[in-house]
């Protein structure tokens, strides 16, 4: 067994050396941690450069890419150059409990069908409050001992752990990496292919204090029709790669094929509606009612087809 942990860093000096010293305080010192710099213009290349210098050990590397990649591309190239066994996705602002590595590793050794672990996370802003992650678990689920086991489903297709809780099985992200778009988070990708074949889990114990800037509680944002149309094709491109991963491996779980076969017309006549405000497309949206999480997403679809000026 041997965990290697990668890090997409950009300006983030005032947060940096707090992350690296939570690293290095795992119970289970890591086999790997790969750190590239996405061409930070403040000082975290020093920093990181300087922490790896001092520690002097070889399991530690530290590269900066000549141009900005953006984090996405980043964090992709990262977990497909681990040479490990397991992968940790690592921000660079939050702080990880001394026990990570050791509990979720330890489960994915005693768990061989589980390709992504993810754990519970407890939220903070700097003089703020802690608190969890609030959100809905998906309801596929099936619970062993603290480990919940999920299938593709309208809940799940939304992630609701960020990817910084993960631990990745990197022969998992090597299967997925021939349908992987880098233009895509490497959170949401994982997690979706991971429901998808019914081997991605969620942990019960919180191991990591996920920071949270500005004080804000939500990520919620505005929402328009041009980026509910958007979102909505990167879905139906999702979606339709996850098929392709099923046409070429035959991994898929028969809940998650089922739900992605009645998925896609879902999504296509949405984006129908929204882009041509069909009536047939309404119909369709209409008969699949029971996709959405809940009745406000349908009236959001609603208000946007027929005002597509407005913002929600």
Known sequence: MSNSLVLSAYNGER????????ILAQ????????????????GTPQIVAECISKLNDPRWSFSANGLNKGWKRNFRDLIL????????????????????????????????????????????CDGGKDT????????NIVRENGIRRITLDPWSLYIRR???????????????????NPAWPHDATLWRFAAAKGTLALLDDTLIRFRRHGGNASDRKPI??????????????MLNAIRGFQCKSGMLHPESVSFIESALPWFEARL??????????LAAMTAHHELYISNRGFLVDIILGLNPKITI
């Open 162 to 180: 960020p990817g910084c809780s993960y631990c990745v099985r990197k022969t998992f992200a090597e299967e997925v990496a021939p349908h992987w």
């Open 15 to 22: 947060y940096v050396r707090e992350q690296l010293d939570s």
């Open 81 to 124: 150059q681990s040479s490990c066994d397991y992968v940790f996705p690592c921000d660079q602002d939050d702080v990880w409990l001394p026990p990570k590595v050791q509990i979720m590793s330890t489960i994915m050794q005693e768990h061989p069908g589980i390709d992504l672990l993810a754990c519970e996370v407890e939220t903070f």
């Open 27 to 42: 119970t289970l010192p890591l086999d790997q941690v790969l750190i590239s710099d996405d061409g930070s213009s403040d």
């Open 224 to 237: 328009s029709n041009s980026s509910r149309v958007t979102d909505l094709r990167y879905c139906i491109e």
């Open 272 to 281: 129908e509606f929204l882009t041509r405000r069909s009536l047939k497309a």
């Open 132 to 139: 969890k992650i609030p959100g809905v678990v998906p309801q």
